[in-house]
């Protein structure tokens, strides 16, 4: 694949007060996975002990780790801030589309100009999430997180393909590899019909959302 130089590989990840990484295998799974498709050595053995000897803290931290084109692994942590696990989030669709084809969307990285633009669309009081569509006007994801339906009022829960063009994000994929989400082309008339909607990442796990037409 032709990436830009300038651009990097990221994963951001929950460690609780013990130390412990949510997820951490997929996340170096996706990490590994991202950076053959660029052509990024990846050193898993090191980045492991990176995050093995981080040092501890009196609570919960946001692990960012950033992995640049000539393979430099930077890992930076910031106290979690939790949200109320009772908030309902409030979604809105952004016009900024993706581009089904662009097969860079799968990764996560530091190209986020769409997410930027799509973000800017709404403030913070109209929308606590923005989804994107792509050109077919089919259910993306959401600049942060990944999307989840309930529509039939039994699991699993529904999430648009990769062919869409969305990132493979962690918690998405472990409700996948769990059965407890499979994979579906869902359009914006999903979100009203749905049952119940969630949005996720591995960060802060499922959380119930509402679509604001």
């Known amino acids: 694949m032709n990436v830009p130089t300038e651009i990097n590989l990221i994963e951001t990840m929950y460690r609780s007060v013990d130390g412990h990484i949510s997820r951490i295998e997929l996340h170096l799974e996706r990490l590994s996975q991202s950076a053959n498709a660029l052509d990024i050595t990846c050193d898993l053995q090191t980045i492991r002990r990176q995050l093995d000897t981080l040092p501890a803290y009196d609570d919960a931290q946001r692990v960012?780790?950033?992995?640049?084109?000539?393979?430099?692994v930077t890992i930076n942590t910031y106290p979690f801030v939790a949200t109320?696990?009772?908030?309902?989030?409030?979604?809105?669709?952004?016009?900024?589309?993706?581009?089904?084809?662009?097969t860079l969307l799968q990764h996560k990285t530091t190209n986020r100009g769409?997410?930027?633009?799509?973000?800017?669309?709404?403030?913070?009081?109209?929308?606590?999430?923005?989804?994107?569509?792509?050109?077919?006007?089919?259910?993306?994801?959401?600049?942060?997180?990944?999307?989840?339906?309930?529509?039939?009022?039994?699991?699993?829960?529904?999430t648009p393909a990769l062919q869409c063009g969305l990132l493979r994000g962690v918690l998405r994929q472990e409700l996948l590899d769990q059965g407890r989400a499979r994979e579906a082309i869902?359009?914006?008339?999903?979100l009203v019909s749905a049952k119940a909607i969630f949005i996720g990442n591995s960060l802060r796990g499922l959380m119930q959302a509402r679509y604001v037409e």
């Open 64 to 72: 960012r780790l950033e992995m640049s084109a000539n393979a430099k």
């Open 186 to 190: 869902l359009t914006p008339a999903d």
């Open 114 to 158: 769409q997410y930027v633009l799509a973000r800017q669309e709404f403030n913070a009081r109209s929308a606590d999430e923005v989804l994107l569509l792509n050109e077919r006007e089919e259910l993306c994801e959401g600049t942060i997180s990944n999307i989840f339906l309930e529509t039939t009022g039994e699991r699993p829960l529904l």
């Open 84 to 102: 109320d696990p009772n908030k309902i989030w409030t979604l809105a669709i952004a016009s900024t589309r993706l581009d089904s084809t662009d």
